[in-house]
């Protein structure tokens, strides 16, 4: 017999939901993924083009005749990448994609959430295109900008679309996939970097960038043979196709008892006609909270700083071209292997243990790294970096990515996406977005200058902020897994911070034959 979890009203009364991954919502949710390939090979492509002699040559020559006076001066090591129109080039997608945020929750709402991400994959097809064939820093920047919209709608519409289609114990490592999509783009971006550099004649750099239209490729045409979602379905009046949506990815036609709680859920979002207005009430203030300092916290982890520029971060420490893209290639497979132990233990050891445990990691990890690049510099005098530096510097870097992929990486999306209401979840998503792309424009444009004037000194600047965010995750997150979505405004009722702001809920929620604690996400089992 199917197993099935029970989840109940804030009233108390216990309903019944099918908690079994069918093939349909797992390939729904595997496709829908899919679209965090464009947001991953971006991250993974920028930082190589821009380490490519021929790249810089042609488009940004000041910096090229920068790196090749920078030789054997400590000082100049850190600063030859320092160029404002060169960090203008890699960090105008996100501007656009902050941009793009406030207008993509708009249209979630009002034709949902699969034309999102089908728009969002033609924008970035087209700045792929436009990039690969660029002939000045223009054409270079227009393109950026397009890969900047394509990446708002899909930071916005994906992960709800996750969140909304995944049965409730099994959320998480869904929702996950996308993380997993993330690190398949960035591992891919290495892998090409490092072909395309080999390319004689110059222009791998071509290859590098245009390749990104296959990502949007993917998530363009499969964004066409997905099902929008029940939720979104209910609110623009289809229920009949809600209803025939939510019997598939469940996997049977006893489904009266969640569509009945998604059109009360709607009912409520119907009353919201000001959802950005809305989202500012102290009713909302726990989750707007989240939606702000969480993508904050995210982008001061310094993982943009690894992943953006790790072939240049490489290059800075003494190594050739051709061993700091290898080495940005080792880095994007530990993302990738380090994301599936994110996906194994999310919907069991919950998300505020691996918060903590990636965020220890982290900080120590920071530590060690800005150490160890000190150390090297006042010993060498900027030259090459040695080999047991160089190896040790890489090796916890990898410790750090690997922290970063099982804790902040995914959770960093997955929390912002499940604990909204249906009202005001575009508007929050949007105002998550945003945050998001704000911050790592400021970490992209700041980085170069930063590390020119503050040298190894930044990944104690990065170490501090991840203390300070492993503290906020403690204090003031409570736990979420095993709790519906759509009953997820209970969590905040018994945490000791956010109960005064949010009244009148139950703080247990029925799950099978248990019980679920929200404060703790513990499921307590009850002998029938």
């Not at 488009?59 to 001066?73: D, L, R, T």
């Not at 000082?75 to 160029?83: A, I, L, V």
């Not at 996100?94 to 699969?114: C, I, Q």
């Not at 939510?246 to 009912?267: F, M, P, Q």
């Amino acid at each position: 017999m199917p197993s099935r979890a029970m989840a109940a009203s804030a009233a108390g009364d216990a309903k019944e939901y099918p908690r079994k991954l069918t093939l349909y919502v797992f390939l729904t949710c595997a496709v829908a993924a899919t679209g965090g390939l464009i947001v991953g090979y971006d991250i993974g492509i920028s930082g190589g083009v821009t380490s490519m002699d021929t790249f810089l040559e042609k488009f940004f020559p000041s910096v090229y005749h920068k790196e090749q006076m920078a030789h054997g001066n400590s000082s100049s090591q850190y600063c030859k990448f320092d160029s404002q129109l060169l960090t203008a080039f890699t960090s105008s997608l996100y501007l656009a994609a902050l941009v793009a945020s406030f207008f993509v929750a708009s249209v979630a709402r009002s034709f949902g959430r699969k034309w999102c991400m089908f728009a969002g994959g033609v924008s970035f097809l087209a700045g792929a295109v436009l990039n690969g064939a660029a002939q000045n820093v223009s054409m270079l920047i227009v393109g950026r900008i397009l890969l900047g919209v394509g990446v708002g709608f899909a930071g916005l519409s994906i992960p709800i679309y996750l969140s909304e289609m995944a049965p409730p114990r099994l959320r998480g490592t869904l929702n996950i996939g996308l993380q997993l999509m993330i690190t398949v783009g960035i591992f891919s971006a290495n892998l090409v970097n490092y072909g395309a550099a080999k390319i004689r004649g110059g222009w791998g750099w071509r290859v590098s960038l245009g390749l990104a239209a296959v990502s949007a490729g993917i998530i363009t045409v499969g964004s066409l043979f997905l099902p929008d979602t029940p939720s979104s379905l209910i609110r623009r009046g289809h229920h009949e196709q809600a209803r025939r949506v939510l019997h598939r990815i469940r996997g049977t036609s006893d489904v009266a008892d969640e569509y009945g709680d998604l059109a009360a859920a709607t009912e409520v979002s119907d009353t919201i006609k000001r959802p950005w207005l809305d989202i500012l009430e102290r009713r909302y203030r726990p989750q707007l909270t989240m939606a702000v300092l969480i993508p904050f916290f995210q982008q001061l982890t310094g993982i943009n700083v690894i992943m953006f520029y790790a072939p240049v971060l490489f290059k800075t420490i003494g190594l050739g071209g051709d061993a700091a893209l290898m080495t940005a290639v080792i880095t994007g497979l530990v993302n990738i292997v380090a994301t599936f132990v994110s996906i194994a233990t999310v919907d069991r050891l919950g998300r505020r243990k691996l918060f903590f445990q990636g965020g220890a990691q982290m900080f120590v990890c920071q530590v060690i790294i800005g150490a160890l690049i000190g150390v090297m510099f006042h010993a060498n005098g900027g030259g090459g970096a040695p080999t047991r530096f160089a190896a040790s510097i890489l090796v916890f870097i990898c410790v750090y990515v690997a922290g970063f992929a099982w804790s902040w990486g995914p959770l960093g999306i997955l929390v912002p996406s499940e604990i909204f209401p249906l009202e005001i979840r575009p508007a929050g998503q949007g105002i998550n977005v945003a945050v998001n792309m704000l911050c790592t424009f400021a970490v992209a444009q700041a980085f170069l200058p930063m590390l020119c004037h503050m040298r190894s000194g930044l990944f104690y600047f990065f170490g501090g902020w991840v203390l300070l965010m492993t503290a906020f995750v403690v204090l003031f997150l409570p736990e979420t897994k095993n709790v519906p979505i759509e009953k997820m405004t209970v969590v905040w009722t018994t945490h000791w911070f956010w109960g005064s702001f949010v009244a009148g809920q139950d703080s247990h929620v029925q799950v099978g034959h248990g019980e679920v604690d929200v404060a703790t996400g513990k499921l307590n089992q009850m002998i029938v």
